[in-house]
């Protein structure tokens, strides 16, 4: 029983106040029953109505996932070519590309909109998807088998044929008028990326929303958090006010509810916390984002060092030589420093930094990286089961530093539940911006690209000035994010 050697468990709830569903076998996925215990924030509780549509989604993934009658009927749909009147059960397919962080933004906003939907959420197991996660949903599989029909479907673009834009751009289908079954696709192809055009970006309208419910299959490609713009299409607005009575946490329910790392990388998570992080008095993660290529950059150091110091995170140093005149007691009083980055300078200058000065409270701080693989893999298994294991890691600790604009952040502030100090970039590289960081307005992560048209007034608008849950992101001026 590991609540003997976890007094914390008493008192957290492991399945997260019912957000996860019991009767997983344990073995199949530690994180899953263990991670409630690692965490020090117990987080946001998930409202009921959630915990309800949650077990009701899942029994639809199962009723209508791989292996089953209406999972094999939907295919041969598909191969057909043609759309049904009323299908049993509708689908949509995720795809997974570019960086952990996007991937897993994309697979979370996919899963809304299948849940606000009554899709089934299919993910596209490219990019080592089928090998860093447990699966979410119990006795059924979220990932696409292999044979899917549309073979080429990772290769989709904005110029696909098939994709809703272009499809209402070549008046192929219409939104104005009521099609009948016969004149609708088996499929559409929903481009959401960076580079979605105006008419891809028409899926936030009701009007749009009304006819693809018609559409038996969906894919889905998106590089980023498209939630805050769901919560400005009408039609979903009521059952995302039942779902997520606090906006600021949506990401922090889905993400804990769809994201467990499988044993292979909770191994890599629960060794490093337990040998360098369970003694520590208080723990803090400092996600510095760099790019492969860009030299190591003494200003950024400096923002670093400076936004930790002035914010209170980590102690001052005295200057050398200076005396130590504090009581031996606060030398017990331990900060365990959590440093993810592609590179190892940054972590080698911190760490040097508190070993050849004093901190000015006596403090000891100890300085930790798990690796240092200095160029972005992608798609390579190690690189993605260590990227993984770091984001997770930094989701552990008590207090977050995070880059601006970087995905990867956003899901380890989501899933640890805080709101982080952000370093922002500066515009000129040489320069120190001042002030360093801020804290974060909310644990959201921030969508990059919002489309900025309002379907209902049919006019550009900045939703942020009449929807008091939307605010410009300030790592991304232009982006939004729900707070
Ligand atoms: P974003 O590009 O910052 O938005 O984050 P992504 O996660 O989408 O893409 C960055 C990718 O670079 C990650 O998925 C990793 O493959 C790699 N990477 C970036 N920073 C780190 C880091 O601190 N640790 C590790 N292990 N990998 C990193």
Redesign the pocket.
């Known amino acids: 029983d590991l609540s003997s050697l976890h007094p914390r468990t008493a008192h957290h709830d492991r399945l997260y106040g019912g957000l996860l569903a019991d009767g997983f076998d344990e073995e199949s996925c530690h994180c899953r029953y263990q991670s409630a215990m690692y965490r020090r924030n117990p987080g946001r509780r998930p409202s009921p109505y959630l915990i309800s549509k949650l077990r009701r989604h899942e029994a639809l993934q199962r009723r209508c996932g791989p292996g089953t009658a209406a999972y094999s009927n939907a295919l041969e749909q598909l191969k057909s070519g043609k759309s049904v009147a009323s299908p049993e059960c509708t689908y949509i397919v995720s795809i997974s590309y ?7 933004l994309a697979a979370a906003s996919a899963f809304l909109y299948a849940v606000l939907t009554g899709r089934v959420l299919l993910i596209d197991p490219s990019n080592e998807m089928d090998n860093l996660f447990c699966e979410p949903f119990p006795n059924t599989t979220w990932l696409l088998p292999p044979g899917f029909p549309l073979t080429a479907y990772t290769n989709f673009t904005v110029h696909t044929a098939e994709s809703y834009g272009n499809m209402l751009k070549n008046k192929v289908i219409r939104s104005d008028e009521v099609p009948t079954a016969a004149q609708l696709p088996a499929f559409a192809y929903v481009h959401l990326n960076y580079d979605a055009t105006v008419e891809d970006n028409y899926f936030f309208c009701d009007d749009d929303q009304r006819l693809l419910q018609r559409i038996q299959w969906l894919v889905m490609r998106t ?1 980023n958090y498209i939630v805050p713009e769901l919560f400005l299409v009408p039609a979903f607005q009521e059952e995302l006010d039942m779902l997520f009575p606090e906006r600021d946490a949506v990401f922090h329910h889905l993400g804990r509810y769809l994201f467990h790392p499988n044993n292979h990388v909770w191994g890599l998570v629960t060794r490093y916390y337990d040998t360098y992080l369970a003694a520590a008095r208080q723990r803090v993660g400092i ?4 790019f492969g290529g860009m030299p190591d950059s003494p200003e950024l150091l400096e923002q670093i060092t400076t936004c930790t110091q002035r914010e209170g995170l980590l102690p001052e140093v005295l200057a050398a030589g200076e005396p130590m005149i504090l009581p031996a007691a606060s030398r017990t009083k331990s900060k365990a420093v959590l440093v ?3 590179r190892s300078w940054y972590y080698e200058k911190l760490k040097s930094m508190y070993w050849e000065h004093a901190t000015a409270t006596g403090e000891v701080v100890s300085m930790h990286q ?4 200095e160029y ?3 798609g390579a298994r190690s ?2 089961h ?2 993984w ?3 997770y890691l930094l989701s552990l600790t008590d207090v977050l530093v995070t ?1 601006g ?7 380890a502030q989501g899933l640890a539940g805080v709101r982080p100090w952000v370093l922002y970039k500066s515009g000129n590289s040489s320069a120190v911006p001042d002030p360093p960081c801020g804290r974060d307005v909310s644990m959201e992560p921030c969508f990059h690209k919002p489309p900025g048209y309002d379907c209902r007034l049919k006019q550009w608008g900045d939703p942020s000035k009449y929807v008091p849950y939307l605010q410009h992101c300030d790592d991304a001026s232009w982006g939004l994010k729900l707070v």
């Open positions: 570019r960086g952990i962080g996007n991937r897993i590089d996600q510095v984002r760099v993810t980055s592609l798990p690796s240092h693989e972005q893999r992608s690189h993605e260590k990227a294991a770091e984001i880059s604009r970087s995905t990867f952040g956003y899901v």
